[in-house]
Nanobody, 125 residues
Framework: QVQLVESGGGLVPTGDSLTLSCAAS????????VGWFRQAPGKERELVAEISAHGDFTQYADSVKDRFTISRDGAKNTVHLHMSSLKPADTATYYC??????????????????WGQGTQVTVSS
């Protein structure tokens, strides 16, 4: 079992930056790939960014490329999502999720097994 706790959400103006953090309970978190997802009211959940277990592969949705950066701190069992140039369209509840995938890039469409409770990001216009 992996427990995930997100933090760092908030209300920011357009163009501002925010960093979300996802802290994991499991000491072997370094064997898990992690994804950040978001869901806005009335919209489907969207995969925003993914990072491989060892941090050597990252993937981003087209809507956030060049604005968001996913990274992981192995010593602290934490994955971060740094978001810059935020837009009102980025407003959503953001969730981190993990799946056991110790080597290489996470295949497209991989189901994630463990989820955090979510953190709200609101970007004002």
């Amino acid at each position: 079992q992996v427990q995930l706790v997100e933090s760092g959400g908030g209300l920011v103006p357009t163009g501002d930056s925010l960093t979300l953090s996802c802290a994991a309970s499991k000491r072997t978190f370094s064997s898990y790939a992690v994804g950040w997802f978001r869901q806005a009211p009335g919209k489907e959940r969207e995969l925003v960014a993914e990072i491989s277990a060892h941090g050597d592969f990252t993937q981003y949705a087209d809507s956030v490329k060049d604005r968001f950066t996913i990274s992981r701190d192995g010593a602290k069992n934490t994955v971060h999502l740094h978001m810059s140039s935020l837009k009102p369209a980025d407003t959503a509840t953001y969730y981190c999720a993990a799946t056991f995938w110790p080597l290489g890039r996470v295949p497209t469409g991989t189901e994630y097994d463990y989820w955090g409770q979510g953190t709200q990001v609101t970007v004002s216009s």
